[in-house]
């Protein structure tokens, strides 16, 4: 099991940065990947940027070079670094764990926390 508390949403002009952090709790070592995803009202949920065990890392399209994903191990935190932030970025974010072995994968989200992109 692996809880998700997820931080740092809010309203933001275009333009404007902010800075999600998302930290896992309870069996952290099987974890696979960290991942964010957002969902846009009427819009299916969509995955925005992953990093992997090795550090890999894996953006959509529309957020490359606007958003970096990164994680401090030590804390078991995922952050997702957003900057030229658009009207088309509002959404409610979620954070997402696949944990698990080679055998199995188990996923776990985050409460989502909203961020609205307006002037």
């Known amino acids: 099991q692996v809880q998700l508390v997820e931080s740092g949403g809010g309203l933001v002009q275009p333009g404007g940065s902010l800075r999600l952090s998302c930290a896992a709790d309870g069996s952290v070592d099987r974890i696979k990947s960290m991942n964010w995803y957002r969902q846009a009202p009427g819009k299916q949920r969509e995955l925005v940027a992953r990093i992997a065990r090795n550090g890999s890392t894996n953006y959509a399209d529309s957020v490359k070079g606007r958003f970096t994903i990164s994680r401090d191990t030590a804390k078991n935190t995922v952050y997702l670094q957003m900057i030229s932030l658009k009207p088309g970025d509002t959404a409610v974010y979620y954070c997402?764990?696949?944990?698990?072995?080679?055998?199995?994968?188990?996923?776990?989200w985050g409460q989502g926390t909203q961020v609205t992109v307006s002037s």
């Open positions: 997402n764990v696949q944990h698990g072995t080679p055998f199995y994968t188990n996923t776990y």
